[in-house]
């Protein structure tokens, strides 16, 4: 079985009225999530979603994981 993600882009918007599956992974990434309702051209309502990365936050998360030897940071089983 294949999982399709979508890829998106910081700043970008997206609909997420319909289910759909996002994909993150424990590098420390942060982001600021935004959401607006829109009317579509087909005059059903939309919800759309943006994620913008916080460079302060993922900054402070990583030194966070990196002290604790977590997420990317964690010795690796051979």
Do not use: M, P
């Given at each position: 079985m294949t999982d399709?993600?979508?890829?998106?882009?910081?700043?970008?918007?997206?609909?997420?009225?319909?289910?759909?599956?996002?994909?993150?992974?424990?590098?420390?990434?942060v982001h600021n999530r935004e959401h607006r309702i829109i009317q579509s051209e087909d005059e059903n309502l939309r919800i759309i979603?943006?994620?913008?990365?916080?460079?302060?936050?993922?900054?402070a998360r990583r030194r966070s994981l990196k002290a604790?030897?977590?997420?990317?940071?964690?010795?690796r089983r051979k």
């Open positions: 399709k993600y979508n890829q998106t882009y910081d700043g970008e918007w997206i609909d997420v009225t319909d289910s759909a599956l996002i994909s993150c992974c424990d590098c420390g990434l979603r943006r994620y913008v990365i916080d460079n302060r936050a993922t900054a604790r030897k977590e997420g990317i940071f964690a010795k």
